[in-house]
T-cell receptor
Framework: DAKTTQPPSMDCAEGRAANLPCNHS???????VYWYRQIHSQGPQYIIH???NNETNEMASLIITEDRKSSTLILPHATLRDTAVYYC????????????FGKGITLSVRP | GAVVSQHPSRVICKSGTSVKIECRSL??????MFWYRQFPKQSLMLMAT?????????EQGVEKDKFLINHASLTLSTLTVTSAHPEDSSFYIC?????????????FGQGTRLTVV
């Protein structure tokens, strides 16, 4: 699986958009970009994933650059409950595809 | 949405004893489940891939005789930590994908906090 690089931490104000960057310059053509988050002492929670088109769901938006070497997860209106470690993972899909977690980015949402 | 349930959520055991952790997919079937371990302030580390009806595949450095994995059905995988020692104290997490809609997300259990005293 391609490796990802994320800054170690960032913060944002409650109610504002949180833009979390991820670099994956060695991504291959059939690898997807997945985002998960982990709130303290819980299992990871799926957020969103995409291949090359931008994606949006009820939780977030995923913007993938045209060359697919980087992406941004956008939480449109961050709340205190969004404080967590966010992991950007590049992987193949399929039942046997494993997720390899890097260090992630710690997002702190301040009141 | 699909749910993966782990049991127990917390367990304390004495050094030298064995502990079994269960991972169940509640509303889908999974031919493959994954077991992770997470130490404090560290990321999740994949330990092994559990395959229904066959032997598990262990990551490099993970002792297969210490961490026994059984995946006897399409909805249940178990991890047994044998002869546990204090250094095995960790947060153990399982995950699984629906074998039918495999090109979607992996679902994670809520984790099991193991403390060996």
């Amino acid at each position: 699986d391609a490796k990802t690089t994320q800054p170690p931490s960032m913060d944002c104000a409650e109610g504002r958009a949180a833009n979390l960057p991820c670099n994956h310059s060695t991504i291959s053509g059939n690898e997807y970009v997945y985002w998960y988050r982990q709130i303290h002492s819980q299992g990871p929670q799926y957020i969103i994933h995409g291949l090359k088109n931008n994606e949006t769901n009820e939780m977030a938006s995923l913007i993938i650059t045209e060359d697919r070497k980087s992406s941004t997860l956008i939480l449109p209106h961050a709340t205190l409950r969004d404080t967590a470690v966010y992991y950007c993972i590049v992987t193949l899909t399929g039942a046997n595809s494993k997720l390899t977690f890097g260090k992630g980015i710690t997002l702190s949402v301040r009141p | 949405g699909a749910v993966v349930s782990q049991h127990p959520s917390r367990v304390i055991c004495k050094s030298g004893t064995s502990v079994k952790i269960e991972c169940r997919s509640l509303d889908f079937q999974a031919t493959t489940m994954f077991w992770y371990r997470q130490f404090p302030k560290q990321s999740l580390m994949l330990m092994a891939t559990s395959n229904e009806g066959s032997k598990a595949t262990y990551e490099q450095g993970v002792e297969k005789d210490k961490f026994l994995i059984n995946h006897a059905s399409l909805t249940l995988s178990t991890l047994t930590v044998t002869s546990a020692h204090p250094e095995d104290s960790s947060f153990y997490i399982c995950s699984a994908r629906d074998r039918i809609t495999a090109n979607t997300e992996a679902f994670f259990g809520q984790g099991t906090r193991l403390t060996v005293v």
